[in-house]
């Protein structure tokens, strides 16, 4: 319903000849507005989330967040599993809001040390915008 209401709107404004006139009050227009300030990708913010595969033997867990640390990345959270036939384990980390920059050279070094098994898995977690938040 709200969708068929905002194109009835767009129709009437369009009809009656105030569509440009409400574009130009919202400065919309790509010539009314200052261009967006893009940063560099190493710039990016966000919260990630990584997979490694590391050997079950003590100390491992403290290696990979002395590189994390290094590189300013901030853990959220850490989930470990059982270890598997291969005496490999996999660690689950999600982080707090890092650079990409920093997080890729971190996930370099982390898959350089001797207990990981190559290579680790990233993603980029996309939060729900607070505008959205109350929208069920």
């Known amino acids: 319903m709200p969708t068929a209401s905002a194109v009835v709107s767009d129709i009437i404004e369009t009809a ?4 440009a006139l409400a574009f130009k009050q919202l ?15 190493e710039e990016l913010q966000s919260r990630y989330y990584l997979r490694v595969l590391a050997k079950d033997q003590p100390g491992v867990m403290a290696q990979v967040a002395a590189v994390l640390g290094k590189y300013q990345v901030s853990i959220s959270a850490i989930l470990q599993h059982e270890s ?3 005496n490999h ?14 997080l890729q050279r971190a996930i ?21 915008p607070k505008e959205s938040a109350s929208i069920r």
Not at 27 to 41: E, K, S
Not at 89 to 102: D, Q, R
Request: contains cysteine; hydrophobic residues 50%.
């Open 16 to 19: 009656l000849g105030t569509a």
């Open 27 to 41: 400065q919309i227009f790509p010539d009314a507005t200052m261009p967006a300030a893009v940063l560099p990708f």
């Open 84 to 86: 598997g036939q291969n």
């Open 89 to 102: 384990v996999p660690i689950v980390i999600t982080t707090h809001l890092a650079k990409e920059g920093a």
């Open 108 to 128: 370099a070094e982390i898959n350089s040390l001797p207990v990981i098994q190559p290579p680790a898995a990233c993603l980029r977690i996309i939060d729900q």
